[in-house]
């Protein structure tokens, strides 16, 4: 059994709702493995009570936290610096102290683009197209970017938002990089393309039988085509199921949940970490909320 004394170490992740998160599954287990007097709490934070928060984590000494649903924009201007990811993003994700403050950063980018890397493409030769124009979705154009893709298509369902996410983009040189569109408009993009991303929670549990692409669309897509769905229950997902049947490549939203994990305990252990062991350890907490 684990042993929490006054010597412990604190991390923890601020959000609220958060008693459904499954990050300390993951951060704890990795903790356990390597023998680190650390431990990871969930710590409920009200929006209302943001700035208080961080002043009380500076003077009790936690280590770092993670930030999630609806502080990752409000957390920005709390904190000393952050990471250009987390700048092109326009969020943070994850939190450590230095000498002179709290430092962020956005490890949903590298852990979207974690398991792309291990299939090794020539990434400026392939236009994504990202179905969703989300806080998630700005982290896959993110990612894609630093990746090399040259072209990225962004589909959504809401003109304005569209022209709004395209705007954002409007100082870096990414902006000409974006084009935006209507779901009318897929079925010409998904012929043409070698990376199809869903960014929408549609298919999410309970809602399990949906895809946010039905199977006829889905035809289209080239044979070898890469599929990934960043949700992560159920696991696969129904549009990961026919993607799949149509001979592609699926990568599921747990492999990114357990890489952006990974590299936000990276961060605040300064060494490496189990990463088999928090993809484990989710999976099995996974599956139990899916029976
Ligand atoms: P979000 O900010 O609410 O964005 C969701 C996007 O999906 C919006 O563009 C929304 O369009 C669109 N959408 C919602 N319902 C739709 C529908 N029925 N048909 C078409 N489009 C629809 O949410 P988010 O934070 O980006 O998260 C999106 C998903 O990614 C969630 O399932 C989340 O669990 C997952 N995620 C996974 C990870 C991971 O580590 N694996 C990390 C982050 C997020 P409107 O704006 O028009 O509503």
Redesign the pocket.
Known sequence: MRVITGKTKLLGVIGDPIEHSLSPVMHNAAISELGLDYVYVPLPVKTEDLKRAIAGFEAIGLIGFNVT?PHKQAIIPLLLEISPAAQMVGAVNTVWRTERGWSGTNT?VE??IAPLKALSQDWHKITPVI?????????VVTGLSQLGCLKLHVV???RQ?LEQ?KQSWQNLPIYDSIAVHG?TELPELISGSELLV???????YPDVE?S?IDAALLEQLQPGAIAYD????PNPTQFLKLARQQGAIAI?????????GAAALQIWLQQPVPIDIMRQSLKEIVYRREI
């Open positions: 649903i949903d852990g979207f179905l969703g124009n989300g806080g998630a979705a700005r982290a959504g369902r809401d938002k996410f779901w869903n960014t929408t929670p549609v298919g999410m949906r946010p960043l949700i992560y229950t599921d939203g747990l492999e990114m949940l357990v890489q952006q």
